[in-house]
């Protein structure tokens, strides 16, 4: 089968998602109002209020969702075929993560920019705030922890990328400067941005960056990881305008123009989709495709964690309500195009289905380095791009991704303390410097505290970060729901994902219980059933919710 008729039905089903489903929920659903005042403007600060152009918020909010995550879920989970990864990273993009990504950050802006945790507070009641904030801090721990193992990781394997990923840091500083100081028209900053960076990709492979093995007895890797770490903390307390945005905006538009350079090669070559349509020979001890697709392909298809950023920090750049579809909406879209491209580079990027089945010999093979190997390979046959110079542009590609979503991830998790001196009133944690210090202290205690010298601790608690992710946007669309119910408006748009997802989340968390104990992994088991009773109990807070009258703030009527 030719990858060309997975990328036109997939890329055709998502435009006209756009084009039309999201105009009908911007426009029944959630009644945006140009008129309404965002808290961008309300509560504008110049440091996280910051009104902000849609299309420079739709880069930060896009990449900051992004991540590697929609790169390294769908290309694991082609091992069971790739007709059921393919259809549900299309029609969840555009039936679950449209839907929710844009409603997140609606419900945001319509209660002062509150966070997805502190608006449950506001909906449906303090103790499913308090309970809900556990599975949201638990799901930020996880990304901010493994993200930081994993850019390690592409470090140390690409010598050739470490110029270009640290290389981006200096371009969107200059960006950020040109765009907000002196007024640069945004089409050639945009330009000037996307040049500098593909030419340190170009550059990339003449000067290979290696740290020592060891650097005052601790390995390359975690030395790499302290740097991330330090830099995250630096990136979180900045201005918005100064680093976030533009690294966030300037990344959006060099994967685009990979994703352009890819599906035009996929359009020149029309490779072969090597790997079978249904896997009926999946590798002995791979879990069952159903309920565990819907959590291995999270990113790409729907993310709790695209909540936290939508209601975490772009509630807060938001210039005009009616911005939310753009930049929630297409932000979906961009996330289910990449994912695609990873589904193509991961099934049609190998000679033949032997060579597929000699990199999937197991559940979890494949992820990253199947999309860096099989996209190069695409790339030269269909461009010409030496295979060097197009795995250092795919590697830098999924690491920038993963760098901007550690930046969002630790910034949210700054919130977060911010949100529990407030809460709890602990003044000192309600301050930007000792918040920042304690998210930061949590991601290393757990990285070296539990994985030792090397810093691999989060990668302890990863298996459990699919179901909690999900399970996070199953209950950040019961909140949206909670809110559409009390407005008196349509809510089965938002009701069925939520069920759906709500159903196969815990049916995982139930076979993943099972598979700890047998085990005896009581670490993991433990924090299953942390995050199995959290979701119980907020499901139940909300049911309750539902027939309570509304009050005056919650998202008023316009």
């Given amino acids: 089968m030719s990858a060309i008729l997975l990328m036109v039905l997939g890329l055709g089903g998502m435009a006209a998602g756009y084009f039309f489903y999201s105009s009908f929920i911007a426009d029944r659903i959630y009644r945006f109002d140009p008129d309404f005042m965002t808290p961008a403007h309300e509560f504008e600060d110049g440091v996280d209020y910051v009104p902000t152009n849609k299309f420079v918020l739709w880069g930060h909010h896009f990449t900051s969702v992004a991540g590697a995550a929609p790169i390294v879920g769908p290309a694991i989970a082609v091992i069971w075929g790739w007709l059921p990864a393919f259809l549900w990273v299309v029609l969840g993009t555009i039936f679950f993560a449209g839907v929710h990504d844009s409603g997140a950050i609606w419900a945001s802006v319509r209660n002062r920019a509150l966070s997805v945790g502190s608006l449950t507070g506001e909906v449906v009641g303090k103790r499913a705030r308090s309970i809900f904030m556990i599975v949201i801090f638990l799901v930020l721990l996880m990304v901010n922890a493994v993200f930081g193992v994993v850019i390690a990781g592409l470090l140390i394997k690409n010598p050739a990328s470490v110029v270009p990923i640290w290389g981006a840091i200096a371009v969107a500083l200059v960006i950020g400067q040109l765009i907000y100081r002196f007024k640069f028209n945004?089409?050639?900053?945009?330009?000037?941005?996307?040049?500098?960076?593909?030419?340190?990709?170009?550059?990339?492979?003449?000067?290979?960056?290696?740290?020592?093995?060891t650097v005052f007895g601790m390995s390359d890797g975690a030395v790499w990881i302290l740097i991330l770490f330090a830099y995250a903390a630096i990136a979180s307390l900045l201005p918005v305008w100064v680093l976030l945005q533009p690294r966030d905006y300037i990344n959006g538009l060099q994967l685009f123009v990979g994703l352009i350079l890819l599906y035009s090669a996929v359009l020149i070559s029309s490779p072969e989709v090597v790997a079978p349509m249904i896997n009926h020979d999946v590798p002995a001890g791979a879990p069952p495709l159903i309920p565990l697709l819907f959590v291995t392909i999270a990113c790409g298809a729907i993310s709790g964690f695209h909540g936290l950023v939508a209601s975490g920090t772009t509630s807060k750049q938001l210039n005009r309500e009616t911005d939310a579809r753009f930049v929630g909406y297409f932000g979906a879209v961009g996330e289910g195009a990449l994912a695609l491209a990873a589904i193509i580079a991961a099934t049609a990027g190998f000679a033949s289905l032997g060579d597929w089945q000699a990199v999937y010999t197991s559940f979890g093979q494949g992820g990253v380095q199947a999309f860096v190997d099989g996209g190069a390979t695409i790339l030269q046959n269909g461009v010409g791009i030496d295979v060097a110079v197009s795995g250092t542009m795919l590697t830098v590609m999924a690491a920038l991704f993963a760098g901007t979503t550690m930046d969002t991830g630790l910034r949210l998790q700054r919130?977060?303390?911010?949100?529990?001196?407030?809460?709890?009133?602990?003044?000192?944690?309600?301050?930007?410097?000792?918040?920042?210090?304690?998210?930061?202290?949590?991601?290393?205690?757990?990285?070296?505290?539990?994985?030792?010298?090397?810093?691999?601790?989060?990668?302890?608690?990863?298996?459990?970060?699919?179901?909690?992710?999900?399970?996070?946007?199953?209950?950040?669309?019961?909140?949206?729901?909670?809110?559409?119910?009390?407005?008196?408006?349509?809510?089965?748009?938002?009701?069925?994902?939520?069920?759906?997802?709500l159903v196969m989340t815990l049916a995982a968390l139930l076979i993943q219980l099972n598979e700890f104990y047998r085990k005896q992994d009581w670490f993991l088991l433990g924090l299953d059933v942390v995050v199995l009773v959290a979701a119980i109990l907020v499901t139940l807070e909300c049911a309750s919710a539902f027939r309570r009258p509304a009050r005056d703030s919650i998202g008023e009527e316009s």
Avoid at 190 to 209: H, K, N, Q, R, T
Avoid at 434 to 455: S, Y
């Fill in 186 to 213: 945004l089409a050639l900053v945009s330009l000037f941005g996307v040049i500098a960076l593909y030419a340190l990709i170009y550059i990339g492979p003449s000067v290979p960056v290696s740290l020592p093995e």
């Fill in 415 to 501: 919130y977060i303390f911010q949100e529990f001196g407030e809460i709890y009133g602990i003044r000192w944690l309600g301050k930007p410097a000792p918040a920042t210090l304690m998210a930061v202290g949590c991601c290393i205690l757990l990285a070296f505290g539990a994985g030792g010298a090397d810093g691999s601790g989060g990668l302890l608690i990863w298996p459990l970060f699919g179901t909690t992710n999900q399970l996070l946007a199953g209950l950040t669309l019961l909140v949206i729901t909670v809110m559409l119910v009390r407005l008196k408006r349509p809510m089965w748009i938002t009701l069925i994902p939520l069920v759906f997802l």
